[in-house]
């Protein structure tokens, strides 16, 4: 054992592999209890906000990572984050490792201070009853260890951590979703376009049901908060809010490390190393600049993204941890899920007026859930503010009205305007249940830091492509009902986007033979070892999971404090 | 007020002539090119633009286009000289030109959308932030470059103000 070589600068109570909005809530809650923190992030923290805003501005590609390109790309690379600048457009493909894969696993994410919150949407529904007990109700899936009952206080707690807006007397118990607190701030307001669609489907039943257009909970301001501005509707959440009126975890970041939380970023943690005694205090980790580094806690946290967390877990195999480090179930790196897309794009009859405000304000939550479930999923439909802005509008219709059509002068600018200010995006968002084949291994491959890659095996299943059609023919009786006719419907199952939701690979569970954590998120394995974020999520339902990843979060820190006094204070005592 | 010499001509009158012949050559010159450029775009775009923008978006017609920039700048002088009405000329004449119609449509593109796309599609070239906010399809569309709304609050729920 190496610990006599640690020095008390590199011993904490509390060591944590990752700041994303885990990491950083996790951090923020410890160190307000007094407890030494660290903070390792592979990423840095980079320039500030308005320099990415120019740069993506400038860019000619504006990929999700263009304006977090890290000032050395090559040392956290990842599926944003391409080693050469000629794989821009094709980093995710670069970095993960799918030659194996039946379908593409297509969600991404930042490697960063603060993490993939910079640029997620900010969109923050709960999951529902229901999503906690799919066996149960359903006799698919699993059951969570937790209900959403054990869960709601959390969920309080973190929408006042994150900021979030929102709605009480629509959300008050939607799928039975109770709410025991207000939201902290009132909603965003609606589009245009949202509410001139929800005068249209009242009164008018689609697929048997009156629908409600319900304004989208979010973790964007709508009114000062914690000292960030309102949201001034810049329309460009993703990637990028200019303003920091959308959330993003560089908030507790900053604010744990003024607590004195240490942070360490340019720190890409290779391995964790587990003790006689079963514990995993060691935590390896290779700066930038090529130096090891180490560092020892009483407690750790990985909270590295469900890729990242699965990838460490699987590099510690090593004595004492034979299938990697918690990985006596063999399911780390199992059940990856996402949640998949798909949009329908659309032209009214009236103007709507896209591009403006946040790319979705509203959305339709009642196909959430349902009897349906025990044989196809769940699906969640938003309203876009963004018209056809993901097929390249604007820019494609000036280019075609001017080379197409042969337009100039006022003509052109009044066609533009009259063609783009009715342009509509619905979308449907599909939930994907666990499955132990799609998951996340080691690829014999390197990156260009020297680590292995992940490689990703993953296939959707009947149960996921059984939502589509019903989903899509929902969404033709709404474009019907609001006089607005949809432009080439793609209804293939194998053709949808990703959501950037990652999930699954360590989850939660009461069997030790069949999870990595257990309801606490403690690993099962080890003792003092936690499992931070969507990373844990048995099942995904169809919400947005990062207030759900808040929630556990805060939850865990408490559970972290409570157990902290069980561990030894330092490497000396943990092997006298 | 100056006596007149033997050659009845004003003591400074000749360093008046040489001043002016030398702002006619400068005139006839650069000014010139900048100053058609600008109102060819005036016409194409049926907006009022600004000339620091316009220069910059000469060159970087020129950087694609080459002469044939020049070429097309030469035909719109060659149709205002011959009193035509700026608008129908450029329609009637210079769109449909096989070689001039493009080269016309690439500098209209460019203050729309403040990029320039390859021949086989793509990517829209950027050069700064600056262009890329000045383009004119946003406020065209009553909406705003994505990052600079320049917005209150709740906007987004009024049809825009045009």
């Given at each position: 054992?190496?610990?006599?070589?640690?020095?008390?600068?590199d011993?904490f109570?509390v060591?944590?592999?990752g700041?994303?909005?885990?990491?950083?809530?996790?951090?923020?809650?410890l160190v307000?209890n007094?407890?030494?923190?660290?903070?390792?992030?592979a990423g840095e923290?980079?320039v500030d906000?308005?320099?990415?805003v120019?740069?993506?501005?400038?860019?000619t590609?504006k990929?999700?990572g263009t304006?977090?390109?890290?000032?050395?790309?090559s040392?956290?690379?990842?599926?944003?984050?391409?080693?050469?600048?000629?794989d821009?457009?094709n980093a995710?493909?670069?970095?993960?490792?799918?030659?194996?894969?039946p379908?593409?696993?297509?969600?991404t994410?930042e490697r960063?201070v603060?993490?993939?919150t910079?640029?997620?949407?900010?969109?923050t529904?709960?999951?529902?009853p229901?999503?906690?007990?799919?066996?149960?109700a359903?006799?698919?899936?699993?059951?969570w260890p937790?209900?959403?009952?054990?869960?709601?206080?959390?969920y309080?707690?973190?929408?006042?951590?994150l900021?979030?807006?929102?709605?009480d007397?629509e959300?008050?118990?939607v799928h039975?979703?109770?709410?025991?607190?207000?939201?902290?701030?009132?909603k965003i307001?609606?589009?245009w376009?949202?509410?001139?669609i929800?005068?249209?489907l009242n009164?008018?039943?689609i697929?048997?049901?009156q629908?409600?257009?319900?304004?989208?909970?979010?973790?964007r301001?709508?009114q000062v908060?914690?000292?960030?501005p309102?949201?001034?509707?810049?329309?460009?959440?993703?990637?990028?809010?200019?303003i920091?009126?959308k959330?993003?975890?560089?908030?507790?970041?900053?604010?744990?490390v003024?607590?004195?939380a240490?942070?360490r970023e340019k720190s890409?943690v290779?391995?964790?190393?587990?003790?006689a005694?079963?514990?995993v205090?060691?935590v390896?980790?290779?700066?930038?600049?090529?130096?090891?580094g180490k560092?020892?806690g009483?407690?750790?946290?990985?909270?590295?993204?469900a890729?990242e967390?699965a990838?460490?877990?699987l590099?510690?195999?090593?004595?004492?941890a034979?299938?990697g480090v918690a990985?006596?179930?063999?399911q780390?790196?199992?059940?990856l899920?996402?949640?998949?897309?798909?949009?329908?794009?659309?032209?009214?009859r009236?103007?709507v007026?896209p591009f403006r405000?946040?790319?979705?304000?509203?959305?339709?939550?009642t196909?959430r859930?349902?009897?349906?479930?025990?044989?196809?999923g769940?699906?969640?439909?938003?309203?876009?503010n963004?018209?056809w802005g993901?097929a390249g509008?604007?820019?494609?219709?000036?280019?075609?009205?001017?080379r197409?059509?042969?337009?100039l002068?006022?003509?052109?600018?009044?066609?533009?305007?009259?063609d783009?200010?009715r342009?509509?995006?619905?979308?449907?968002?599909v939930?994907?249940l666990?499955?132990?084949n799609?998951?996340?291994?080691?690829s014999?491959q390197?990156?260009?830091?020297?680590v292995q890659?992940?490689?990703?095996?993953?296939?959707?299943e009947?149960?996921?492509?059984?939502?589509?059609g019903?989903?899509?023919d929902v969404?033709?009786?709404?474009l019907r009902?609001?006089?607005?006719?949809?432009?080439a419907?793609d209804?293939?199952?194998?053709?949808?986007?990703?959501a950037?939701?990652?999930?699954?690979?360590?989850?939660?569970?009461f069997d030790a033979?069949?999870?990595?954590?257990d309801?606490d998120?403690?690993?099962?394995?080890h003792?003092?070892?936690?499992i931070a974020?969507?990373?844990?999520?048995?099942t995904?339902?169809?919400?947005?999971?990062?207030?759900?990843?808040?929630?556990?979060?805060?939850?865990a820190?408490?559970?972290i404090a409570?157990?902290?006094?069980?561990?030894?204070?330092?490497p000396?005592e943990?092997?006298? | 007020?100056n006596?007149?010499?033997?050659?009845?001509?004003r003591r400074?009158?000749g360093?008046?002539?040489?001043r002016?012949?030398?702002?006619?050559?400068?005139?006839?010159?650069?000014?010139s090119?900048?100053?058609?450029?600008?109102?060819l775009?005036?016409v194409?775009?049926?907006?009022e633009l600004d000339?620091g923008?316009a220069?910059?978006?000469?060159?970087r017609?020129?950087?694609?286009?080459?002469?044939?920039v020049?070429?097309?700048?030469?035909?719109?002088?060659?149709l205002?000289?011959a009193?035509?009405?700026p608008i129908?000329a450029?329609r009637?004449d210079?769109?449909?030109?096989?070689v001039?119609?493009?080269?016309?449509?690439?500098i209209?593109?460019?203050w729309?959308i403040?990029g320039?796309?390859?021949p086989g599609?793509?990517?829209?070239?950027?050069?700064?932030?600056?262009?890329?906010?000045?383009?004119?399809v946003?406020?065209?569309?009553g909406a705003?470059?994505?990052t600079?709304?320049?917005?209150y609050?709740?906007?987004?729920?009024?049809?825009p103000?045009?």
């Amino acid at each position: 054992m190496a610990e006599t070589s640690i020095s008390e600068k590199d011993t904490f109570d509390v060591v944590i592999v990752g700041s994303g909005v885990a990491g950083a809530l996790i951090a923020d809650v410890l160190v307000g209890n007094g407890i030494r923190v660290l903070l390792l992030e592979a990423g840095e923290t980079g320039v500030d906000r308005q320099a990415m805003v120019l740069r993506w501005a400038q860019a000619t590609f504006k990929g999700l990572g263009t304006a977090y390109i890290a000032s050395q790309p090559s040392k956290t690379p990842g599926p944003e984050q391409p080693a050469d600048e000629k794989d821009r457009r094709n980093a995710r493909d670069v970095y993960y490792d799918q030659a194996n894969s039946p379908e593409k696993y297509l969600s991404t994410y930042e490697r960063r201070v603060g993490g993939s919150t910079w640029h997620w949407l900010g969109h923050t529904p709960r999951l529902l009853p229901n999503d906690f007990r799919m066996q149960s109700a359903y006799g698919v899936g699993v059951d969570w260890p937790i209900s959403y009952s054990d869960l709601e206080p959390w969920y309080c707690q973190a929408e006042k951590a994150l900021g979030v807006a929102g709605d009480d007397a629509e959300w008050k118990e939607v799928h039975g979703a109770f709410r025991s607190q207000a939201f902290p701030m009132s909603k965003i307001w609606p589009s245009w376009s949202d509410m001139q669609i929800a005068r249209k489907l009242n009164g008018v039943p689609i697929a048997g049901h009156q629908l409600a257009v319900l304004s989208t909970p979010s973790a964007r301001n709508s009114q000062v908060y914690d000292g960030r501005p309102p949201c001034a509707g810049n329309a460009s959440c993703v990637p990028i809010c200019p303003i920091g009126a959308k959330y993003d975890a560089s908030v507790h970041v900053k604010r744990a490390v003024e607590k004195h939380a240490t942070l360490r970023e340019k720190s890409v943690v290779t391995r964790l190393e587990v003790d006689a005694d079963k514990s995993v205090h060691l935590v390896h980790y290779k700066h930038w600049d090529g130096k090891p580094g180490k560092a020892w806690g009483r407690i750790v946290v990985v909270a590295a993204n469900a890729i990242e967390s699965a990838k460490l877990l699987l590099l510690s195999a090593g004595p004492g941890a034979d299938k990697g480090v918690a990985n006596t179930s063999g399911q780390v790196g199992c059940n990856l899920m996402d949640h998949l897309q798909k949009a329908v794009l659309a032209t009214s009859r009236e103007p709507v007026f896209p591009f403006r405000g946040p790319p979705s304000t509203s959305g339709i939550e009642t196909f959430r859930d349902g009897p349906f479930r025990d044989r196809r999923g769940a699906f969640r439909l938003s309203l876009g503010n963004d018209g056809w802005g993901r097929a390249g509008s604007p820019y494609n219709d000036v280019a075609h009205l001017v080379r197409d059509e042969g337009l100039l002068g006022e003509e052109l600018s009044a066609r533009l305007f009259h063609d783009v200010s009715r342009q509509v995006r619905i979308s449907c968002s599909v939930e994907v249940l666990p499955n132990r084949n799609n998951r996340v291994t080691l690829s014999p491959q390197e990156d260009s830091f020297k680590v292995q890659r992940p490689a990703i095996h993953f296939a959707t299943e009947a149960y996921t492509h059984a939502a589509f059609g019903p989903a899509l023919d929902v969404i033709a009786e709404i474009l019907r009902a609001i006089d607005a006719t949809p432009i080439a419907v793609d209804r293939d199952p194998l053709h949808y986007s990703g959501a950037g939701h990652i999930m699954g690979t360590c989850r939660m569970g009461f069997d030790a033979a069949d999870s990595v954590v257990d309801p606490d998120c403690r690993s099962h394995d080890h003792p003092n070892l936690y499992i931070a974020g969507a990373s844990t999520f048995p099942t995904c339902g169809t919400a947005n999971p990062t207030i759900t990843i808040a929630a556990l979060a805060l939850r865990a820190a408490a559970n972290i404090a409570a157990a902290l006094p069980k561990f030894p204070a330092n490497p000396s005592e943990a092997h006298p | 007020m100056n006596k007149r010499n033997r050659k009845g001509l004003r003591r400074d009158d000749g360093i008046k002539k040489k001043r002016k012949a030398g702002f006619t050559r400068l005139a006839a010159a650069s000014p010139s090119r900048h100053a058609l450029f600008l109102h060819l775009s005036r016409v194409l775009t049926a907006h009022e633009l600004d000339e620091g923008l316009a220069k910059l978006y000469l060159e970087r017609t020129r950087q694609v286009a080459g002469t044939q920039v020049d070429d097309l700048l030469d035909r719109f002088k060659s149709l205002l000289s011959a009193g035509r009405d700026p608008i129908r000329a450029v329609r009637e004449d210079i769109m449909p030109d096989q070689v001039l119609g493009p080269v016309a449509q690439t500098i209209l593109l460019l203050w729309y959308i403040g990029g320039i796309q390859a021949p086989g599609g793509g990517d829209w070239q950027m050069q700064s932030a600056d262009q890329y906010y000045r383009a004119l399809v946003w406020e065209t569309i009553g909406a705003h470059p994505p990052t600079l709304s320049n917005g209150y609050f709740g906007h987004w729920k009024y049809p825009p103000e045009m």
